[in-house]
T-cell receptor
Framework: ETGVTQTPRHLVMGMTNKKSLKCEQH?????MYWYKQSAKKPLELMFVYNFKEQTENNSVPSRFSPECPNSSHLFLHLHTLQPEDSALYLC???????????FGPGTRLTVT | AQSVAQPEDQVNVAEGNPLTVKCTYSVSGNPYLFWYVQYPNRGLQFLLKYITGDNLVKGSYGFEAEFNKSQTSFHLKKPSALVSDSALYFCAVYTGGFKTIFGAGTRLFVKA
């Protein structure tokens, strides 16, 4: 899993806090993704960037704000979250959309 | 509608016995199919994929999957299960652009 790294691994935040999740890929891929994984639910695609340009936004609430400064880095800025936003947030990268994705270890987010 | 289904929440198998984790899909056009595995507190790891060609695809850790177009299935198999194979397995189908749909996951439990 050193190909895709995520920090922090665990995050506890209050509903009024602002925090950011960071993802970095060392694979030379052009596409990067944010997913939300909740218990007993399928993986939910949140955002996709291809060569730093956002290509997908799956009706994600505005309290989640992505940023992709270059093809290797992806951020997810969080503000005024709700308890139901507690989940594992996974970052992934791929060489194009049709190819397999490589995932980071995830950030376990708890909103109190 | 494009979808992927994993009909079993959990599969139990004894160590040394063959295992099968089921997956069916619905997609327009030629399917691009994937299997991923997730160990506790880790991200998803790519196991294998079917793009075209031989219906039997071999992947990592001794796993293989059989593509069956008439039954729209892509079941994951392994001839002899190991306790270390116990994990959460996801089937996924590429649906176009940068979108891949993941199944809800099947938990595999291998008993010693």
């Amino acid at each position: 899993e050193t190909g895709v790294t995520q920090t922090p691994r665990h995050l506890v935040m209050g509903m009024t806090n602002k925090k950011s999740l960071k993802c970095e890929q060392h694979l030379g891929h052009n596409a990067m993704y944010w997913y939300k994984q909740s218990a007993k639910k399928p993986l939910e695609l949140m955002f996709v960037y291809n060569f730093k340009e956002q290509t997908e936004n799956n009706s994600v609430p505005s309290r989640f704000s992505p940023e992709c400064p270059n093809s290797s880095h992806l951020f997810l800025h969080l503000h005024t979250l709700q308890p139901e936003d507690s989940a594992l947030y996974l970052c992934a990268s791929s060489q194009g959309g049709v190819h397999e994705q490589y995932f980071g270890p995830g950030t376990r987010l708890t909103v109190t | 509608a494009q979808s992927v289904a994993q009909p079993e929440d959990q599969v139990n198998v004894a160590e040394g016995n063959p295992l099968t984790v089921k997956c069916t899909y619905s997609v327009s056009g030629n399917p691009y199919l994937f299997w991923y595995v997730q160990y506790p507190n880790r991200g998803l790891q790519f196991l294998l994929k079917y793009i075209t060609g031989d219906n039997l695809v071999k992947g990592s850790y001794g796993f293989e999957a059989e593509f069956n177009k008439s039954q729209t299935s892509f079941h994951l198999k392994k001839p002899s299960a190991l306790v270390s194979d116990s994990a959460l397995y996801f089937c996924a189908v590429y649906t176009g652009g940068f979108k891949t749909i993941f199944g809800a996951g099947t938990r595999l439990f291998v008993k010693a």
